[in-house]
């Protein structure tokens, strides 16, 4: 899982889409190391609620753009 930080609102988040074409639409627009890999996965959204909450970061539904449709704060 890729966590990313929003230097703006000072935290970190986790980016999910709601569907694979959203996700490829984002991937290039996301901060990326130019030494990296990046690919997509499919991954239950329990798995990915765990891990946020587990290192305190939010999660953020984007969409195709980048855009953030909604965040879910950790609990």
Known sequence: MLGINDAQNDLYFIP???T???GLGCLP??????DMTYELQATRFEMVQTTANEKKY????LGSLGEILYK???E
């Not at 627009?29 to 130019?34: D, M, T, V």
């Open 29 to 34: 627009r996301l901060a990326q190391a130019s």
């Open 20 to 22: 694979k074409e959203e």
């Open 16 to 18: 999910i889409f709601k």
């Open 72 to 74: 879910i704060p950790p």
């Open 58 to 61: 939010y999660i953020y539904m």
